[in-house]
Each structure stands twice: as C-alpha cells, then as structure tokens.
C-alpha cells in the first residue's frame, strides 16, 4: 500500500521562508514529485526528486531521503502569489504506468 | 506547444444522465493519465494509456466509467448513470519520456463535474 501524509495548512508572511514536509510509505518508489495548484487550476510541475539530496531551483529547494520516506519542498522569499496548494506526490515504481500516488495538499497561506 | 486542453471545463448534469470528458494532451506525448480531485483532496489516479492502449485501470473506475483514446491522441472519459459522488474535478495529464523531466507530467485545466 502507500501512504502520503503532509500537513493540511500553514500560513507564513511574505518575504519569509517556509518548509513543507511530506513523508511517504510506498510498495514501489520511482521518485517524489512538488506540484503547485492555484485554487481552479491545474497542478504545476514545481521540482522531482528520485536521489537524495537537495534540489535548488530559483526561490524553491527541494530535498529527499529515501532510506526516511521523507521530502520537503522549501519556499524562499516567499511572494503573495505562492499563497496555493502544494502537493507531494510520488511515483509507484513497478510496470509501465508512472502513476502519482498524491497527498492531500498543504493549503499556503502567504500573508503581508 | 499549447499545454494540455479539457473541454468542457465545467459540466452540470443531473443525476442518472451519461457525460462525456474530452482530453488533449501535449502533441507527441505519447502517455495519457486520467485522474479525479475532490475539494481539500489531491488528485486520485484513475486510468493510464501509453499511445492508444490503456495499461492501467484504477478500482475507483466502476463498471460506470470507459476511457478511450482511439488514435493514441486525445482521449475521451465517459460516466453513464452519473451520480452525485460522481461530483469533482476530472483533471487530465500527459508525458513523454523524451521530454523535459522524464517522468514529469503536464496536467490541463480539468473539467469540473456537478452532478445534481
């Protein structure tokens, strides 16, 4: 089975930096995936993982370590526009598919 | 390159009627994933097609629910005898390994279903 747990909101003021954690159990691991989604939109490709370590790409950071089941997509000086949802999500490894398996989002809220 | 397209983007039916979903993904993309989101929910995998065969169905995907993608291009998702748990929003993605990130997907705008 998996099992994808994030926390379901935070809040953090413009400017500052935030952490968003995710840890997962999964039968299968082929990578971890940050998504970003507006409210009524689409997610966004924000950042993937599949090593340890961390991976910086302009404002945002993300990091994993397989061996704890654990990732954190973090957000530097942070912008009223990054007020979103922030999905992890991982990729089951095992035949063709390549499916997600989400959690359930962590709801940003960037205050002035 | 246009992106993933959905229509419609919004669908209001009333219980027990038949909908139908429409996907375009990325041209040259040959892998196809269906997935439903409910509020305060991620995305759920439903369905998965590499070109026009449809390798994977999730056991959320009733007897009530067929995908198609006839052509190994846009692909349709069908709902018969709809029902109000039927209600969220369908969102399609699409990849190809030889694009961007390998394993990334490219999601459309969803069609958000209300059934009444």
């Known amino acids: 089975g998996q099992n994808i747990d994030q926390p379901t909101e935070m809040t953090a003021t413009e400017g500052a930096i935030v952490q968003i954690n995710c840890t997962y159990q999964?039968?299968?691991?082929?990578?971890l995936f940050w998504y970003q989604q507006h409210a009524g939109e689409a997610p966004t490709f924000l950042s993937y993982?599949?090593?340890?370590g961390l991976e910086e790409k302009g404002r945002f950071s993300s990091f994993l370590s397989r061996s704890k089941g654990y990732s954190y997509l973090l957000l530097k000086e942070l912008q009223m526009k990054d007020s979103a949802s922030y999905l992890c999500?991982?990729?089951?490894?095992?035949?063709?598919?390549?499916?997600?398996?989400f959690g359930t989002g962590t709801l940003l809220a960037v205050q002035p | 390159d246009t992106g993933v397209s959905q229509n419609p983007r919004h669908k209001i039916t009333k219980r027990g009627q038949n909908v139908t979903f429409r996907c375009d993904p990325i041209s040259e993309h040959n892998r196809l994933y269906w997935y439903r989101q409910t509020l305060g929910q991620g995305p759920e995998f439903l369905t998965y097609f590499q070109n026009e065969a449809q390798l994977e169905k999730s056991r959320l995907l009733s007897d009530r629910f067929s995908a198609e993608r006839p052509k190994g291009s846009f692909s349709t998702l069908e709902i018969q005898r709809t029902e109000q748990g039927d209600s969220a929003m369908y969102l399609c993605?699409?990849?190809?390994?030889?694009?961007?990130?390998?394993?990334?997907?490219?999601f459309g705008p969803g069609t958000r279903l209300t059934v009444t």
């Open positions: 993605a699409s990849s190809s390994p030889t694009r961007g990130t390998s394993y990334e997907q490219y």
């Open positions: 999964t039968s299968g691991f082929n990578g």
């Open positions: 993982n599949v090593l340890d």
């Open positions: 999500a991982v990729m089951r490894a095992g035949g063709a598919t390549n499916k997600l398996i």
